[in-house]
């Protein structure tokens, strides 16, 4: 029986180790002098559960082989926010120090839900960095398990006395490498502790300087530096940046209508004609991309990278196709959502939802004639209650919709949504019965090269 091991100065209190040798101070060291800690089981032939595993307290580790060579790094981040495209200088970090991994044969470290986790995982495979993934005991372990690891990838699973392990996965991070890099850190927040904890003992940590203070306060750079963290500075790519920045958006069509006989004013549109599809900020992957092409996107900061309103209407325009999507549908029937708000009352529907992190109404979309959307199938949500969807039939489900939240502060039914099932070629809808709307004269320009639908500028303050 192998007896539990307490990590005494690596790792913080709450971690606890099983491991064959006698002291472990240092993991990672200690498993790649053993090979395996424990026994490994390499063919599961029947699945492993969480109780078996902390009864018998001699699993920690599984791995296709033993733990890499070379110095342990783990790269830190405070979570940016959702706009990631908004972030290149983090990027150009990350990629400048996967460039050095792969030149000095480092070996990186991460843990799953870290902020940098799904980045560093992928310039580990971009660059053939070998990793060392971190994770807690799943409540299952067994062969289609392990199969979804690289076999680059060396796994090691630990068990937590207590339940907070959520909450301290970057103070692990931080402690048992022989390195941490930190790309944005906020004040007294999860990284910051994780850096202060490691400098009280002496550990190099470096931080990069952002200059902007985007990423990183001053005040905080500083007080990092006080207690011994190096400075990082990266040398700027703003020329580089602005020439890609212009090629952001789709290149233009030949053979298109001169654009300035296309605009049309509000005195020529009569707003009860049309159902308006809002565009708004794409959050992660396209819905027709691959998620690997839209991190390679980020991480080496190409044009295409941005997902914000404007981005989202030009990739529809030079698509020509409404993609449905099943993204908060109840039956998770793919839908295209339109509102039958008039388009000049949009003012008055701006709001910040918090729970989805979005803006609602922007000032980006294509108004298309309703009569021409109830000849395809579209239809009018309907609102209700659970006993409204259960009276409904199988063909009406699809359209239901609850009229408020669960708590009964938002009416949705002021929405006036509509949907249409499946996606839709806008190639098929006449040049008359449609219409692209955007905030500025700026962005109708960029639009006007992509389609010979007419466009109207609202002339209000975007917000994405």
């Given at each position: 029986?192998?007896?539990?091991?307490?990590?005494?100065?690596?790792?913080?209190?709450?971690?606890?180790?099983?491991?064959?040798?006698?002291?472990?101070?240092?993991?990672?060291?200690?498993?790649?002098?053993?090979?395996?800690?424990?026994?490994?089981?390499?063919?599961?032939?029947?699945?492993?559960?969480?109780?078996?595993?902390?009864?018998?307290?001699?699993?920690?580790?599984?791995?296709?082989?033993?733990?890499?060579?070379?110095?342990?790094?783990?790269?830190?981040?405070?979570?940016?926010?959702?706009?990631?495209?908004?972030?290149?200088?983090?990027?150009?970090?990350?990629?400048?120090?996967?460039?050095?991994?792969?030149?000095?044969?480092?070996?990186?470290?991460?843990?799953?839900?870290?902020?940098?986790?799904?980045?560093?995982?992928?310039?580990?495979?971009?660059?053939?960095?070998?990793?060392?993934?971190?994770?807690?005991?799943?409540?299952?372990?067994?062969?289609?398990?392990?199969?979804?690891?690289?076999?680059?990838?060396?796994?090691?699973?630990?068990?937590?006395?207590?339940?907070?392990?959520?909450?301290?996965?970057?103070?692990?991070?931080?402690?048992?490498?022989?390195?941490?890099?930190?790309?944005?850190?906020?004040?007294?927040?999860?990284?910051?502790?994780?850096?202060?904890?490691?400098?009280?003992?002496?550990?190099?940590?470096?931080?990069?300087?952002?200059?902007?203070?985007?990423?990183?306060?001053?005040?905080?750079?500083?007080?990092?530096?006080?207690?011994?963290?190096?400075?990082?500075?990266?040398?700027?790519?703003?020329?580089?940046?602005?020439?890609?920045?212009?090629?952001?958006?789709?290149?233009?069509?030949?053979?298109?209508?001169?654009?300035?006989?296309?605009?049309?004013?509000?005195?020529?549109?009569?707003?009860?004609?049309?159902?308006?599809?809002?565009?708004?900020?794409?959050?992660?992957?396209?819905?027709?991309?691959?998620?690997?092409?839209?991190?390679?996107?980020?991480?080496?900061?190409?044009?295409?990278?941005?997902?914000?309103?404007?981005?989202?209407?030009?990739?529809?325009?030079?698509?020509?196709?409404?993609?449905?999507?099943?993204?908060?549908?109840?039956?998770?029937?793919?839908?295209?959502?339109?509102?039958?708000?008039?388009?000049?009352?949009?003012?008055?529907?701006?709001?910040?939802?918090?729970?989805?992190?979005?803006?609602?109404?922007?000032?980006?979309?294509?108004?298309?004639?309703?009569?021409?959307?109830?000849?395809?199938?579209?239809?009018?949500?309907?609102?209700?209650?659970?006993?409204?969807?259960?009276?409904?039939?199988?063909?009406?489900?699809?359209?239901?919709?609850?009229?408020?939240?669960?708590?009964?502060?938002?009416?949705?039914?002021?929405?006036?949504?509509?949907?249409?099932?499946?996606?839709?070629?806008?190639?098929?809808?006449?040049i008359e019965d449609a219409f692209l709307f955007v905030a500025k004269d700026q962005d109708a320009e960029i639009l006007e090269g992509l389609t010979n639908f007419p466009i109207h500028v609202m002339d209000v303050e975007n917000r994405n």
């Amino acid at each position: 029986m192998v007896s539990p091991t307490k990590i005494e100065s690596s790792l913080p209190d709450p971690w606890q180790i099983y491991a064959r040798c006698g002291k472990a101070t240092k993991i990672i060291n200690s498993c790649r002098r053993h090979g395996q800690l424990s026994r490994c089981y390499q063919s599961l032939d029947r699945p492993l559960c969480s109780k078996q595993l902390k009864q018998n307290q001699d699993f920690i580790f599984w791995v296709p082989r033993r733990l890499p060579d070379g110095k342990s790094t783990s790269i830190l981040s405070s979570r940016l926010s959702r706009s990631l495209e908004q972030y290149p200088k983090w990027f150009d970090a990350l990629r400048t120090f996967a460039t050095r991994a792969h030149d000095e044969r480092r070996v990186l470290v991460t843990h799953p839900k870290t902020a940098a986790d799904r980045f560093v995982r992928r310039v580990a495979q971009l660059y053939s960095i070998p990793l060392i993934d971190f994770r807690p005991f799943p409540a299952t372990l067994d062969a289609p398990f392990f199969r979804t690891f690289s076999r680059r990838t060396a796994v090691v699973f630990y068990h937590a006395i207590n339940s907070n392990y959520a909450k301290q996965r970057d103070e692990l991070l931080a402690s048992v490498v022989d390195e941490a890099i930190t790309l944005a850190v906020r004040r007294n927040g999860k990284v910051f502790n994780a850096n202060t904890k490691r400098l009280r003992v002496k550990k190099r940590s470096l931080v990069l300087v952002d200059n902007s203070t985007k990423m990183t306060s001053k005040s905080t750079l500083e007080a990092l530096l006080d207690q011994g963290a190096v400075g990082w500075f990266l040398p700027s790519n703003e020329r580089h940046r602005k020439a890609s920045s212009k090629n952001r958006f789709p290149q233009p069509k030949p053979n298109l209508v001169p654009s300035k006989r296309r605009r049309l004013t509000r005195d020529q549109i009569n707003p009860n004609d049309y159902l308006i599809h809002w565009t708004r900020r794409c959050h992660g992957h396209w819905p027709d991309q691959l998620e690997n092409d839209y991190l390679d996107d980020l991480i080496f900061n190409r044009p295409r990278s941005w997902h914000d309103a404007l981005s989202t209407l030009c990739r529809i325009t030079a698509s020509k196709k409404l993609i449905a999507s099943p993204h908060l549908m109840r039956d998770k029937l793919p839908m295209i959502c339109f509102s039958e708000i008039p388009l000049f009352e949009l003012q008055k529907h701006r709001r910040f939802r918090t729970h989805m992190a979005r803006w609602d109404a922007n000032p980006y979309g294509i108004a298309i004639k309703k009569k021409w959307l109830q000849k395809e199938g579209a239809k009018p949500v309907i609102y209700g209650n659970e006993i409204t969807f259960n009276r409904l039939s199988d063909s009406d489900r699809p359209f239901y919709q609850p009229a408020t939240n669960r708590s009964g502060n938002l009416d949705w039914s002021s929405e006036r949504e509509w949907r249409l099932a499946g996606s839709l070629d806008l190639s098929k809808v006449p040049i008359e019965d449609a219409f692209l709307f955007v905030a500025k004269d700026q962005d109708a320009e960029i639009l006007e090269g992509l389609t010979n639908f007419p466009i109207h500028v609202m002339d209000v303050e975007n917000r994405n």
